[in-house]
């Protein structure tokens, strides 16, 4: 077998055994392997990395956890992470290594890439986006009339925007005394229009962050931005003091008229949705400071050796993993839901959306061959306890089986009254109510009327895993960051799929192009396209010239 060649999982002993193994575990439920068990939520909790991991309340027995780790095994998931550590060119289809684990290797260390250490020019990234940042902080960077930068404006879209957007939401209370940010990524408008709506010009400073420094919807806002700064300042020089980029693309920076001196460099064996630790970091450097940046790098390094060095059975990133396999490819679940208790990670499950389902949304395995199971689950969720007041009713009473993460925080950033107490119970009796519901007959036993039992009664039985920090710092967000980067690597080496492309997002852009020039041709187009789309096309059209 060759590393291209993956045996498809359905092939491999352990897979079978474990179609064998659900055969024999789906009738059993979590009231009776919990009763007469008071180890259970014992052995099956991991810790590592400040991170705990409560696997208990998963529909497995303890023969699961081994067949899943052996599943791990014949899928070699072992070597190919080490062959993402070694720099080997595992995005096969982009023949590119996948190295964001060397963002965070700790200076010193060494990470060789074609026999040549990548770690020095990491951190020498890191040192000049440091330096710059505390240039920002300290208001000792001017704008073009001499002002201090107030607010820093983010536009990237994707990976360049969601880890950032996301952690610097997370990060919000360790925030003082940077600038205030914003984040435009829709090509909408609207995002731009909102975004500066009551920003001064003289104190702004836009990030252009694009990996490629071709994304249409980067490049359109950022286009704007200079319009609209250059507009209010009167004068194009302003742009040297307003604008820095964060690309591969030193070329496109400097058409696009940004002095390459303000340019944040990073790799090709950076992957957009990986690339929050590479200087697409930037705007939350800003606004936390270089020593907070690094402690969250520290937390994503801690959870890179505790995943390269761990036992399988103990190992936090492979067990989400592998129990996420036995939901989805063995018990039947098509979705996974992440609910953070905490306000804070808002945008956690977005920016795992794109960590996910654009990772492993692959339908064809390493050598283009269609892939005997399911891959990828469609990733969703916001905070509880919204979400409680919103689709719980589903994951409580539906027809589908939603697994779901539950994350939380032992101590509050913001104690206020029992608000903590309260949103902790929450998180506690969610996981309880999902894993044991609540029987018919003990519905019936309260005195509920017979007909109204099947619609107050809970069948329980439903999966989750409970992840805890004691508080929510740039080291723990590190950690979970990293978590489910390896995670989502696992998996995806389990399905024998690459990961670390996408090509299903280009057909879309191809198509956008010529719809672009089909909208904004001066002559009526012969329009060629099936006869829903030609209709939506001519709408618009009929619509421009009623209201031009
Ligand atoms: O279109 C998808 C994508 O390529 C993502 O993978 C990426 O994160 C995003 O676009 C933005 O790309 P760039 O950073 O090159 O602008």
Redesign the pocket.
């Known amino acids: 077998m060759t590393s291209n060649e993956p045996v498809p999982p359905r092939r491999l002993p352990a897979w079978r055994a474990l179609e064998d193994h659900a055969r024999s575990v789906v009738h059993r439920t979590m009231r009776e392997l919990f009763a007469g068990d008071p180890g259970r939520a014992e052995r099956l909790t991991f810790e590592a990395a400040g991170l705990v991991l409560d696997a208990s309340k998963n529909r497995v027995t303890d023969e699961t956890i081994p067949l899943l780790c052996e599943l791990a095994r014949q899928a070699d998931v072992r070597e190919r992470a080490e062959a993402m550590f070694r720099g080997e060119r595992i995005n096969v289809t982009e023949n590119r290594p996948v190295l964001h684990v060397a963002l965070r290797a700790p200076r010193g260390s060494s990470i060789l890439l074609d026999g040549a250490d990548v770690v020095p020019d990491v951190h020498a990234v890191l040192d000049r986006m440091a330096a710059f940042s505390e240039r920002v902080r300290s208001g000792e960077w001017i704008g073009h009339t001499g002002r201090p930068v107030h607010t820093v404006v983010n536009i990237?879209?994707?990976?360049?925007?969601?880890g950032p957007r996301m952690a610097a939401r997370a990060l919000t209370a360790y925030a003082d005394g940077g600038p205030a940010t914003r984040f435009v990524s829709n090509v909408d408008p609207t995002a731009f229009v909102e975004a500066t709506r009551d920003l001064d010009p003289a104190e702004t400073l836009f990030v252009v962050?694009?990996?490629?420094?071709?994304?249409l919807?980067?490049l359109t806002n950022a286009r704007t931005a200079r319009g609209w700064l250059v507009g209010a300042l009167g004068d194009d020089a302003a742009v040297a003091r307003h604008f820095v980029a964060v690309?591969?693309?030193a070329e496109g920076v400097a058409e696009f008229g940004i002095d390459v001196g303000n340019m944040f460099g990073f790799w090709d064996w950076v992957?957009?949705?990986y690339?929050l630790a590479s200087a697409?970091g930037l705007i939350l450097m800003l606004a936390i400071g270089p020593a907070r940046f690094r402690e969250m790098l520290d937390g994503m390094h801690a959870m890179d050796d505790h995943f390269r060095a761990a036992p399988l059975e103990r190992n936090l990133p492979a067990l989400l993993a592998l129990l996420g396999i036995w939901n989805a490819n063995f018990l039947g679940a098509a979705s996974h839901a992440v609910l953070p208790y905490d306000e804070y990670l808002a945008l956690f499950p977005a920016y795992l959306q794109?960590l996910d389902m654009?990772s492993n949304g692959k339908r064809v395995d390493l050598s283009g061959r269609p892939v005997e199971t399911d891959t990828g689950p469609i990733v969703w969720g916001q905070p509880g306890t919204d979400g409680q007041h919103a689709f719980f009713q589903l994951l409580h009473q539906g027809t589908r089986l939603v697994p779901c993460d539950f994350l939380g925080f032992l101590e509050t950033l913001n104690p206020v009254g029992n608000h903590h107490a309260l949103l902790y119970s929450n998180l506690v009796a969610q996981t309880e109510a999902l894993a044991f519901g609540k029987p018919a007959e003990e519905v019936a036993a309260e005195g509920v009327p017979p007909e109204l039992v099947p619609h107050k009664s809970f069948p329980g039985n439903r999966p989750s895993n409970t992840i805890l920090a004691d508080r929510l710092t740039p080291w723990t967000l590190g950690a979970l960051i990293g978590l489910y980067e390896h995670k989502v690597f696992v998996q995806g080496a389990v399905w024998g799929i690459d990961s670390f492309d996408?090509w299903g997002?280009?057909l879309g852009?191809t198509l956008a192009a010529r719809v672009a020039s089909e909208l904004d041709a001066p002559d009526e187009p012969v329009l060629r396209h099936d006869s829903s789309t030609n209709a939506l096309i001519r709408r618009w059209r009929e619509t421009r010239r009623r209201t031009r």
Request: one cysteine or more.
């Open positions: 990237g879209i994707g990976g360049s925007d969601l962050c694009s990996k490629s420094f071709t994304t919807e980067t690309s591969t693309n992957g957009g949705r690339s697409v794109q654009e996408q997002v280009e852009k």
